[in-house]
């Protein structure tokens, strides 16, 4: 069985649940404070260590397994919901796409490399394999997910998608109650442990249906917006400053100063747009290009872009 992702963080937690029957042990420490924000001691500490030591185990004693081996894992993080989509398959512009989102990070021109190499040889693995044994998408309610099972299933198509043994896993509207029963928006959030059970609710992609959504990525790639983004659940093409808004928002609730993470982190976690900080990061840079903001620090050359201090401009 092929797992195929779109999402890095999801493709790790997979490969901590592939393959075990068994509760997976692992290093928990505790940082934390008392309500008046005085430290910890030693005792509080350990025992908060123990009771977290014991949810893990609970969980991993309780999990479904979920076979199979890390080689069956192909992620490909291609940020598909980002920059031009008009070529084939993973060539120059996705090149460029990543290049440009991985630049606010450091090193971010060798991450991009990695990526792109990783999901060029997972792409050689999935044509290769996929005529001979199931393939199984897990997608969440992100773009990119969105955006990369349309993408892939048109990559399949030459094979014919009618001799296929295609399924599709989706990710509930809550995650389990012993996970504490919250939304989520991305596999990148689920627990390892939860991985097998939600496998369980796979079900068989239909060849009229997979062939509709690779048709869908066609269309998206004649339109070639700036931007994918899943509007009233229909996957469309968006303008570049789609989410600005939201930073506006934000950023209108800061005082003049103010660190630009604190304007990122804040509008991430305040709407589930399903988009990472690199676009943000690289959308306030235009406001910052454009005068309407201005940076008072820089940041230091092992932290991204984004760790600075801002201003806002007065109009």
């Not at 479904?64 to 080689?71: A, F, K």
């Not at 969105?146 to 509930?172: H, M, N, S, T």
């Not at 943000?280 to 760790?307: C, F, Q």
Request: hydrophobic share 40%; with cysteine.
């Amino acid at each position: 069985m092929l797992e195929v992702l779109f999402n890095d963080s999801a493709a790790g937690s997979m490969q901590m649940a592939i393959g075990h029957d068994s509760v997976i042990g692992g290093c928990i420490s505790v940082i934390g404070t008392r309500e008046d924000g005085s430290p910890l001691d030693e005792e509080e500490t350990e025992r908060l260590q123990r009771e977290a030591e014991e949810r893990e185990r609970r969980r991993w004693a309780g999990a479904v397994p979920l076979p199979g081996g890390t080689g069956d894992i192909l992620p490909f993080p291609l940020w598909l919901s980002i920059g031009p989509i008009g070529e084939e398959s993973i060539g120059p512009l996705r090149e460029a796409t990543l290049e440009q989102l991985f630049s606010i990070y450091p090193q971010g021109r060798q991450a991009a490399a990695e990526t792109l190499a990783g999901a060029r040889q997972h792409l050689d693995t999935l044509l290769a394999r996929a005529a001979q044994e199931p393939v199984r998408f897990w997608v969440d309610r992100t773009p990119d997910a969105a955006c990369g099972l349309r993408w892939a299933l048109e990559q399949l198509r030459p094979l014919g998608l009618e001799k296929l043994d295609l399924r599709l896993v989706e990710l509930p509207a809550q995650c389990p109650a012993e996970s504490g029963g919250l939304v989520l928006h991305s596999l990148g959030e689920l627990h390892p442990s939860e991985y097998g059970r939600l496998a369980q609710t796979a079900r068989t992609l239909p060849t009229d249906e997979a062939a509709a959504l690779a048709a869908q990525w066609r269309q998206l790639q004649a339109q070639d917006a700036p931007l994918r983004t899943v509007l009233n659940g229909v996957l469309t093409g968006a303008a570049d400053d789609q989410y600005d808004c939201y930073l506006q928002w934000v950023l209108e609730e800061l005082p003049e100063t103010f660190r630009e993470a604190v304007l990122i982190g804040r509008t991430l976690g305040r709407f589930p747009l399903g988009m990472g900080d690199a676009w943000l990061a690289l959308r306030v840079e235009r406001w910052i290009a454009a005068g309407k903001l201005t940076a008072v620090t820089k940041p230091s050359p092992d932290a991204p872009i984004y760790h600075k201090t801002l201003r806002k401009v007065e109009e």
